[in-house]
């Protein structure tokens, strides 16, 4: 929804008239103790005319950085200097961020709910959630990004999943300088980057941060970055006054999970690091078992660079070690 000038904003209990910030909350149910469940919203309506930019944060409980970078963002953006409007959720799945689980823990039918978005009316506890959020996002929103983190099992560098539309890569570079990592995801379903999509509109999801990253300094960076990342959409949508920056090295490629081979300790390899070019077959990392003997080697499946490495050491067979982006070439 483009604003015009003049027009409120209106995002559930927050209605801001041009050139307000105001707070308020969608209603989102409520739980057997009488408790209501409502989805925190932070509505700046600038006072010129433009699109609606919606921020989207903590789907997953467990990832609180996008939270952070919302209330950063917030103290940043002037809304009497604003052209359209910035729409801020900074946690869509209140339980489950109250808890510091990835889903709600109350609700185990449909407990991830950045697989079952935009979920439905009738549907399981944070399906109704989801569908709340969805009916107050899909007839404001004209640009969409959902922030995400590695949260409490792993870390995750800058990268950021789009389907291929011009519209999308453009929103995804817009992200700015060191943003390069951008790799394709068709996925239909199951999350508001999909649903975004699905109506016609665009929408991006953005990965920084997680369990190795959650020691003041570094928090404080991964929120900040994250933030700066918000202005720079606005400059870029001239929304705000302001140079945007750009990545310099956006790659197009494709996501691979690489799983362990086997049980025992986690080591990185020596040098290895997030971002950067490796050819295939190079060693990503080793695993030792208890009495320090390697059992097994995680190599790199193509030509490209990882993105995310697991934060416990410990592993058992099987379990998730590395997000690989397979790079298929530069971007224009």
């Not at 007839?139 to 950021?160: N, T, Y």
């Not at 199951?190 to 928090?219: C, D, H, Q, W």
Request: contains cysteine; negative net charge; aromatic residues 8%.
């Amino acid at each position: 929804m483009s604003t015009k000038s003049g027009e409120s904003v209106t995002v559930g209990t927050a209605t801001a008239a041009p050139g307000e910030m105001v707070r308020g909350a969608i209603a989102a149910g409520d739980l057997a103790g009488g408790v209501k469940v409502e989805i925190p919203v932070v509505v700046i309506n600038g006072a010129g005319p433009g699109p609606t930019f919606w921020v989207n944060a903590a789907i997953h409980g467990d990832e609180p950085e996008g939270p952070l970078a919302c209330a950063l963002a917030a103290k940043q953006i002037d809304a009497s200097k604003l052209r359209g409007a910035v729409v801020m959720v900074p946690c869509v799945n209140p339980l489950a961020f109250s808890a510091a689980e990835r889903g709600n823990p109350l609700d185990t039918f449909t407990y991830d709910m950045n697989r079952i978005y935009p979920g439905k009316p009738d549907g399981y506890f944070s399906d109704r959630v989801a569908d709340a959020h969805w009916q107050a996002m899909k007839d404001v929103a004209d640009l969409e990004i959902s922030i995400h983190s590695g949260g409490a099992h792993s870390f995750l560098d800058k990268a950021i999943f789009v389907d291929e539309r011009p519209e999308s890569v453009e929103l995804a570079k817009a992200m700015g300088e060191g943003w390069g990592c951008i790799m394709s995801n068709f996925t239909k379903a199951g999350s508001p980057m999909a649903a975004m999509n699905n109506a016609g509109k665009v929408g991006i999801t953005v990965e920084l941060g997680g369990r190795s990253y959650t020691s003041p300094e570094r928090f404080r960076y991964v929120g900040k970055e994250l933030a700066k990342s918000i202005l720079n959409i606005c400059y870029h949508y001239d929304m705000l006054d302001g140079t945007a920056t750009y990545p310099s090295d956006a790659t197009k490629g494709q996501q691979e999970a690489l799983l362990a081979p086997a049980s025992g300790i986690f080591l990185p390899e020596p040098g290895v690091d997030f971002l950067t070019m490796m050819k295939k077959g190079d060693t990503i990392a080793r695993i030792i078992n208890i009495f320090g003997d390697e059992v097994g080697v995680l190599h790199a499946p193509a030509d490209g660079m990882f993105f995310g490495l697991r934060a416990l050491p410990n592993v058992n067979q099987g379990d998730w070690c590395c997000f690989f982006n397979k790079v298929e070439g530069p971007r224009d």
